[in-house]
């Protein structure tokens, strides 16, 4: 499977994107779906994650209440709404999948990544 991301930009702290991880191929219903981000200087972090049921929804503590992950496997998107976001969430944001049933909070769990989109959150 292929991904891409997109839906990035710049918005102000307290405003709202959202992001969208299209895949290519007939089998993106097989595949668990993880966001990550990653800030100049900083590790690639999990963000959340969605299992390939579209439930079993996992969420990094510092996004959990502000970001929502969602999928539609009819579309072969899963999206990332952000919303009251802060100048901590600046980061390059990448979707990435594994075929599995769940997704993980570890980002050598995944095989297939998408290039980043660009997330800046100004004060």
């Known amino acids: 499977v292929q991904l891409q991301a997109s839906g990035g930009g710049l918005v102000q702290a307290g405003g709202s994107l959202r992001l969208a991880c299209v895949a290519s191929?007939?089998?993106?219903?097989?595949?668990?779906i993880g966001w990550f981000r990653q800030a100049p200087g900083k590790e690639r972090e999990f963000v959340a994650g969605?299992?390939?049921?579209?439930?079993?929804?996992l969420y990094a503590d510092s996004v959990k209440d502000r970001f929502t992950i969602s999928r539609e496997n009819a579309k072969n998107m899963v999206h990332l709404q952000m919303s009251s976001l802060k100048p901590e969430d600046t980061a390059s944001y990448y979707c990435?999948?594994?075929?599995?049933?769940?997704?993980?909070?570890?980002?050598?769990?995944?095989?297939?990544w998408g290039q980043g989109t660009q997330v800046t959150v100004s004060s």
């Open positions: 990435a999948g594994r075929k599995f049933m769940f997704s993980s909070t570890q980002r050598n769990d995944y095989n297939y």
């Open positions: 969605i299992g390939r049921r579209g439930y079993d929804l």
């Open positions: 191929g007939r089998t993106f219903r097989d595949y668990a």
